[in-house]
């Protein structure tokens, strides 16, 4: 079977490439590089010994679509390619709504013209905006604060009602928690673009001593020591979700939407003391205010993965910071540094 990986050279892509290259698919990189280096995927080729055929394009150009499918016969798309910093989606919303709305919009119709109606789509426990309470099943309320969660929802519903009109597609919609760590080998991993917004590539570079301190955003929330609670979930398990859903995508009568986390929550105090103790650096940290539109506590109940994938997740905080760690330390400088 042939995949079509939009995103591909991206942080959650190019780990999932990896566990799909060793499960028997042939696959396609398909990737603009805008948050992306070519250096991932030539390390990703090292690590599975194989090459691997990469397209540079854009989702929103029909014509850079339109190649691919007519040069190879596609047998489904998991489709990771869009913009994901919620902050500039609030400063940029037209270009979230144009990469992340309208490109989807473009591939479903290239897709849909080449007959090829399976797809994978990478969702977030965002839709859920403010949970009422935790842990968070799939069929909770959702909502959305920002215009990166509301390009989410809305592609969501978009690939609902294109089952609705044609049930022919085949639709898994994964809804990620946060996901962090790296591949064991520690030569590829997360690598953002200036100073992180995520807490674990934080916590990483200033253990690595990029950046001076941690700012912890509150330490008022209700919770066991106040500071904010996330369900972090491996790389590698989230990327084994998707060869799990590859699994059972051709024999679905309705859009499956399943949510990838671990089921335990951490606060960042909790991850810091995780990763002081992995790297055995210190990670210096200074509670700051509450950061606009984060929520006390967000966690999965995963057991419909379980269920619905025979999935769940392997790996816990210990091997999430040794291997952020690995790939940080080995990589100061993400894919800027050397190339090996
Ligand atoms: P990433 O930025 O590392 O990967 C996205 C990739 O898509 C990049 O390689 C980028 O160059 C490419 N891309 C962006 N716009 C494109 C376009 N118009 N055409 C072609 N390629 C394009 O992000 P990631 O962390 O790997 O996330 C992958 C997907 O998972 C995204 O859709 C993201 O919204 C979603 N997601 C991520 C997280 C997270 O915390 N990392 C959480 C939930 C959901
Ligand atoms: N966080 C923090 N300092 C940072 C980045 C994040 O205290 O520099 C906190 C944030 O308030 C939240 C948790 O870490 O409680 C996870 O934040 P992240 O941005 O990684 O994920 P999300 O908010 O999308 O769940």
């Known amino acids: 079977m042939t995949i079509l990986v939009t995103g591909g050279a991206g942080y959650i892509g190019s780990h999932t490439s990896i566990l799909l290259i060793e499960a028997g698919y042939d696959i396609i990189v398909f990737d603009n590089f805008s948050n992306a280096s070519h250096e991932s995927i030539k390390r990703v080729e090292k690590i599975v010994g194989q090459s691997i ?52 919009m473009v591939l479903c119709e290239i897709m849909s013209k080449h007959n090829c109606k399976s ?57 990620y928690f946060n996901p962090v760590g790296a591949h064991s080998s520690g030569t590829i991993g997360e690598d953002p673009n200036g100073i992180p917004n995520n807490l674990m590539p934080f916590i990483a570079q200033t253990a690595v001593g990029k950046r001076s301190y941690l700012s912890i955003f509150g330490d008022d ?18 990327a084994d979700g998707h060869v799990k859903a590859l699994n059972i995508i051709k024999n679905l009568s309705k859009v499956m939407t399943i ?3 671990t089921g335990t929550g951490y606060s960042v105090l909790d991850m810091v003391k995780a990763f002081e103790k992995a790297s055995g650096k210190k990670v210096p940290y200074q509670i700051a205010p509450r950061r606009a539109g984060d929520v ?20 816990g905080i210990v091997q999430m910071c040794e291997d952020s760690w690995r790939w940080q330390a080995n990589n100061p400088d993400g894919y800027k540094g050397k190339s090996i």
């Open 53 to 104: 055929t990469l397209i540079e394009g854009d989702i929103r150009n029909r014509t850079d679509l339109e190649n691919v499918f007519s040069s190879y016969s596609i047998d489904a798309v998991i489709h990771f390619a869009g913009l994901k910093a919620v902050g500039e989606s609030v400063e940029k919303p037209l270009s979230y709504y144009d990469n992340n709305i309208y490109g989807t």
């Open 259 to 261: 949510n990838l986390g």
């Open 119 to 175: 797809i994978v789509f990478s969702s977030s426990a965002t839709v859920y905006g403010d949970p009422h309470t935790t842990p968070i099943k799939e069929d909770f309320p959702l909502s959305a604060t920002n215009p990166y969660g509301r390009s989410k929802l809305f592609i969501e519903e978009m690939l609902r009602d294109l089952h609705i009109s044609d049930s022919s597609w085949k639709i898994v919609l994964l809804r």
């Open 221 to 238: 929330y209700d919770t066991h020591d106040g500071t904010g609670v996330r369900d972090y979930i491996h790389v590698m398990d989230l």
């Open 296 to 315: 006390a506590k967000c966690f999965a109940d995963p057991s419909y993965a379980k269920k619905i994938l025979g999935w769940e997740a392997k790996k």
